[in-house]
């Protein structure tokens, strides 16, 4: 991962209080092509007081506009606007997505028409909460007027990873901005562009000057001035595990609401009653997409004995097939990993599987420099295959984000025995369950501990329902209708129509103070 230096940004990349500015320290980061290594660009690296200055922004402008105080329904025309912009923009937003992370532009297409639809779905959904809710109950006397509403928590941190820099964030800027928050985003450090071209889209859908902030800038240098900062009031984090944990430990000093979403070590169950030809593609997909750099990559291969030798082999010799390359290239399948870092990660876990008995099908290394000379400056990694994998290595119960399959088996027929492997992980993001028996797949599917599960498919997602994790995958759910309570506090308002004494006290007892109070003790607080 580069670090940061003081070769001048050309363009500013913070937007603080309404302006595009540099990074008051001056410092800068050089963003690198992970397929070639190359330098794209130099931005801005905020530090604390470029934090501070966007906090105090964004304290100023909800304490003061009238923003939190609209209607849902009125900031719908901001909503649908940005959904226009992103359509507009979307082949310099794929461009740009893909240089920066490596996916292939195709993948990339695909992510700017998924959160245009999140911004679609988000300007007709928060609309529901405008309307507050009369309450109504025997437990309530007849002259009392109940009634929840719904208004914006604060400000909100939002801080994304590098694996889906612009659908991650949209996902947390449209219901926030919807239900009238003022946020602060921070992008990953290593896909920070996307996010610069969407916060420009931001601003020219009109929304107003404070409501939205930009830092670019690695999560250790303004992380904690963020989450531990006493007038943020909400932090939402993607990321890894470890990330999570700490910035959940940051939040817990200031009491604030924090949703977290840590990813995953999927299971992908399968039958021995699949169509081999159908389940071999199902299972390539769910893993080797976006080099396994998904959070819900189907990276367990949980499979029926009857069918797994086969169904390895076919999927050994598709993996072997898959096309790296230039994500700018229409031939590449799939491109590098992220960073340098991330190689070197997803390289000691193979070797780890290896030294735990796992047997090496495929892949397991960096593609050969002399045969692929046009890979060998890239970040790539032959998609792997570890067979005969058990519950107690590592490389099982750890997620990798590389593009590597693990291979366990159940016993023939023996449901209970697949569900116990599926289910046995800290984590509990996403599932699949593959069979040609479709009752069967819902029976097992229903008794996954994951927070989406496919039947017969593996990954789809729609903003009109909840994404989350159960266990070590995080709290909260992002998409859906329950993707604004993330966003929302409930306020109730009582209202006496019958305004009669309370009488609690009657003014009758003895009088048990003196004339004047007497000067209490010195506090020991
Ligand atoms: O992510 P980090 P890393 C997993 C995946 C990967 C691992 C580590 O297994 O190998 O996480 O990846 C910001 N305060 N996922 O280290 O650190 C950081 O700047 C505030 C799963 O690259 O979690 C970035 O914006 N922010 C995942 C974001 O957190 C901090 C997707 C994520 O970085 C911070 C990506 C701090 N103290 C990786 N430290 C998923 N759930 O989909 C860092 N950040």
């Excluded at 097939?321 to 990660?345: C, F, Y």
């Excluded at 070797?351 to 046009?374: I, N, S, T, W, Y």
């Excluded at 593009?403 to 366990?408: D, G, K, Q, Y």
Aim: glycine letters at 8%.
């Amino acid at each position: 991962m580069a670090s940061t230096s003081r070769t001048p940004a050309p363009e500013p990349t913070l937007y603080i209080d309404g302006k595009w500015t540099h990074a008051k320290a001056g410092h800068t980061r050089p963003i690198i092509n992970p397929y070639d290594n190359s330098t794209i660009c130099v931005i801005d690296e905020a530090g604390s007081e470029d934090a501070l200055a966007a906090i105090h922004s964004a304290v100023d402008f909800f304490r003061t506009s009238d923003w939190p105080h609209q209607t849902c329904t009125e900031r719908t025309p901001l909503l649908t606007r940005v959904a226009e912009l992103l359509q507009r923009d979307k082949e310099i937003l794929a461009e740009i997505e893909t240089k920066d992370t490596g996916k292939t532009l195709e993948e990339s297409r695909v992510d700017v028409d998924d959160v245009t639809n999140v911004f679609r779905f988000y300007a007709q959904e928060a609309n529901k909460l405008d309307t507050p809710k009369r309450i109504v109950s025997d437990v309530i006397p007849d002259t009392v007027e109940s009634t929840t509403s719904h208004v914006p928590v604060g400000v909100c941190v939002l801080i994304a990873p590098w694996n889906y820099p612009l659908l991650q964030i949209c996902w947390k800027v449209a219901p926030a901005l919807a239900t009238g928050n003022a946020v602060i985003i921070k992008p990953s450090e290593v896909t920070p562009l996307s996010t610069v071209h969407f916060v420009k889209l931001l601003v020219e859908a009109g929304a107003p000057v404070g409501s939205v902030q930009l830092l670019t800038a690695g999560g250790a240098g303004v992380g904690p001035t963020l989450t531990e900062h006493p007038d943020v009031d909400l932090v939402s984090f993607t990321g890894g595990l470890d990330t999570g944990r700490r910035i959940i430990a940051s939040c817990a000093g200031t009491v604030k609401r924090c949703t977290v979403e840590l990813g995953g070590k999927n299971p992908n169950v399968v039958f021995g009653d699949c169509d081999l030809d159908w389940a071999i593609d199902t299972v390539v997909t769910a893993v080797f997409l976006h080099s396994g750099q998904v959070c819900s990559s189907g990276a367990r291969l949980i499979v029926e004995e009857s069918i797994a030798d086969r169904l390895v082999a076919g999927v050994v010799e598709r993996a072997k097939r898959i096309q790296m390359g230039n994500g700018m290239d229409a031939a590449s399948e799939t491109g590098p990993l992220v960073s340098a870092a991330h190689l070197a990660k997803v390289e000691a876990y193979v070797q780890l599987g290896v030294q735990e008995g796992a047997k090496l099908m495929c892949g397991g290394a960096r593609p050969d420099a002399k045969a692929h000379p046009e890979l060998a400056k890239g970040f790539f990694f032959c998609p792997t295959v570890l067979d005969h994998c058990h519950r107690d290595m590592r490389i099982v119960q750890e997620e990798t984000f590389g593009p590597i399959l693990t291979v366990e088996r159940f016993k023939d027929g023996d449901e209970a025995h697949a569900v116990r492997l599926a289910n046995d992980t800290k984590y509990g993001l996403a599932g699949g369950v593959q069979s040609a028996n479709v009752e069967r797949a819902r029976r097992v599917a229903k008794q996954l501990r994951h927070g989406t599960v496919w039947v017969n498919t593996y990954g789809s997602y729609t903003p009109a329902a909840e994404w989350g994790g159960f266990g070590m995958s995080g709290n909260g759910r992002e998409l859906g209708s329950k993707g604004l309570d993330e966003y929302i506090e409930t306020k109730h308002q009582w209202v006496e129509t019958n305004a009669a004494k309370p009488g609690w006290f009657k003014g009758q007892g003895k009088l048990l103070q003196p004339a004047q109070p007497a000067q209490p003790a010195k506090a020991k607080l």
